[in-house]
């Protein structure tokens, strides 16, 4: 299982020991920080942190700590999407997973005994949800959640992220433009694909590292040794490699190339070349133009058949039908996209949208 983790300086011994729990069980983790007991911190900056990467569907489950838990677990349940339970007995931890399906685990630092702690983790990870009765339940608070205005997908609700920064929102507004030139739309590609990046890799891990300043040595972070892969779709998905690898210049770049059968209409790889440890790597998918989603599914498709696992889609404009499609296709597959269109027209470009993004990228027609 993949499971977040986060504490404040109260509840950093105990998150600590949760995190070489969860590495013995064999779980993927990301620790969240805080990363020393010595420094006062604000617990809200870590629960909302391990919350929103949970209600977003970037990890399946999240543990936080306090020092009671109370603390955590008020911040985490202000997230839309996430259910988190403060539990003190392994009983609590076990009834939050059968009858809520609660998906964030709020831990006292200072209140609970080590051997307690984690056999409260066990049981909450191992307990499946118990459906049934509790299904209507769980619906009446999404429903709540939709009807306010804050409804945001959990990890098994096809996960879509729309990302909605001023800076991407403004650059899309342009881009969109017929009468943009060939040079700006392609300036602009990537520096939007820039911009997306901080959110698409904000699940990676970080570790602590020791470094050695011009004052006097101190504790760092560093990726913890993630291996990153990009896979444009050729040839719009191009566009936005350079923006992207700019800021993480280590990645390993492979190329899908796909055309549509002209009597089926469905997607035939014509080229597909991928890092030879694709299997170990955090894989994002680009495709500007998310509209039926045929493309995009079918390079999934390649990239788990080449045994690929770890995978995001990653789009400038998307039209529901496409993100239906590729949910439908792989549900666990996290979409980010900077727009969410109203609809594909009888032609199958997306509505606004932006006309043929490969077109515009290379000046071609």
Known sequence: MRVAIGSDHAGFALKEKIRNLLLELGHEIRDF?????????????????????????????????????????????????VYCALAADPSAARLSRLHNDSNVLALGGRTLEEKTA????????????????????????????????TAHYRANDNPLIILDHPLIQHKVGIIRDRNTSVKEFRELVQEIAGLMVYEITRALSLEEVEVETPISRTKALTLSGKKLAIVPILRAGLGMVEGIIRLIPNAKVGHIGLYRDPETLMPVEYYCKLPGDIEDRDIFILDPMLATGGSSAAAIDLIKKRGGRKITLVCLIAAPEGVALVHRCHPEVQIFTAALDSRLNDHGYIVPGLGDAGDR???TK
Request: charged share 20%; hydrophobic share 35%.
């Open 33 to 81: 920080g805080t990363h020393s007991a010595e420094i006062s911190v604000d617990y809200p900056d870590y629960g909302f942190m391990v919350g929103e990467s949970v209600a977003s569907g970037q990890w399946e489950r999240g543990i936080l700590a306090c020092g009671s838990g109370i603390g955590m677990s008020i911040v985490a349940n202000k997230i839309p999407g």
């Open 118 to 149: 984690f056999e409260i983790v066990k049981v909450w990870l191992e307990t499946p949800f118990d459906g049934g009765r509790h299904v209507s339940r769980l619906k009446k608070i999404q429903s709540y959640e939709s009807q306010s205005g």
């Open 361 to 363: 990228l290379f000046g």
